[in-house]
């Protein structure tokens, strides 16, 4: 047995431990930490049924005047030993540990020691953006129209800390589009929070409907929401 392993081998400690991984990994938006782990659907099935059948018996085993009998505790002794067979045969804990998602968070809740190597460790996961994007834009003649995209609080254009781009979607014509999922909705990115959209010339005079959003290459799922409908005249 390792002198100080990952898992606790006393009955009240593997309680505490299967209660705060559990909640932990049924945890995220918007998926669940297990998920961005690469833990499986059964593995986290397991995983909650190891902590229902230990948490039924620990609450026998706490009543030392009445249920805390040898048979309770050597259910909780097979109960405990089957979490740690479970760990070594799934490798459980040590593809949380490799898994290019885990944070910081995770190694402590998980009482994984990583060294060194903890250095290059994200602190947090990233999670869905919900800021919106604001902009002004400006026509530029020949069909160009000019874009600038701020957070809600800056005073500079840029890109927010969670995205690596704005999406946008766009429609030329006289009449708006009712929302983005409308048919003849134009898509883009813009990895520059100031640029500057070319529809042509030829569509001076009519206007240029657009919607924006923070949008994140690497974890699109994450994407912000869809500002509000935006328009411009084209010249």
């Known amino acids: 047995m390792p002198s100080n392993p990952r898992m606790p081998r006393t009955f009240t400690g593997m309680y505490n431990y299967l209660f705060k991984t559990e909640a932990h990994l049924l945890a995220g938006d918007p998926d669940p930490v297990w998920k961005n782990l690469g833990i499986t659907e059964e593995e986290m099935t397991q995983w909650s049924a190891f902590k229902a059948e230990y948490s039924d018996l620990y609450f026998q ?11 309770i505790r ?6 405990l030993d089957r979490v740690v067979e479970f760990d070594q045969r799934a490798r459980f804990l040590d593809r949380i540990a490799a898994s290019r998602e885990v944070t910081i968070d995770d190694l402590k809740i998980f ?7 903890q250095k290059s460790i994200k602190t947090t996961r990233i999670m869905s953006i919900s800021e919106n994007v604001t902009v002004t834009m400006q ?11 701020y957070s809600m609080s800056g005073q500079r254009a840029h890109i ?11 429609m030329v014509g ?3 589009p009712a929302a983005v999922t409308d048919e003849g909705i134009i898509f883009g990115l813009s990895s520059r929070a100031s640029f500057n959209l070319s529809l042509g010339a ?3 005079r009519n206007n240029l409907y657009i919607f924006f959003r923070w949008f ?12 509000p409908l935006q328009n411009s005249v084209i010249i």
């Not at 050597?74 to 109960?79: G, I, S, T, Y």
């Not at 009482?111 to 190597?117: A, M, Q, T, V, Y």
């Not at 994140?216 to 500002?227: D, E, M, Y």
């Open 174 to 176: 006289l009449t708006p």
């Open 111 to 117: 009482n994984i020691k990583k060294g060194p190597l």
């Open 160 to 170: 927010i800390d969670d995205a690596d781009c704005v999406q946008y979607a766009y």
């Open 216 to 227: 994140n290459t690497r974890h699109p799922k994450l994407a912000g929401p869809w500002g």
């Open 139 to 149: 026509p530029l003649g020949g069909g160009m129209v000019g874009v600038k995209c």
């Open 61 to 71: 085993y706490s009543d030392d005047t009445n249920t805390r009998t040898k048979a």
């Open 202 to 204: 030829n569509q001076a």
């Open 74 to 79: 050597d259910k909780m002794q097979n109960a």
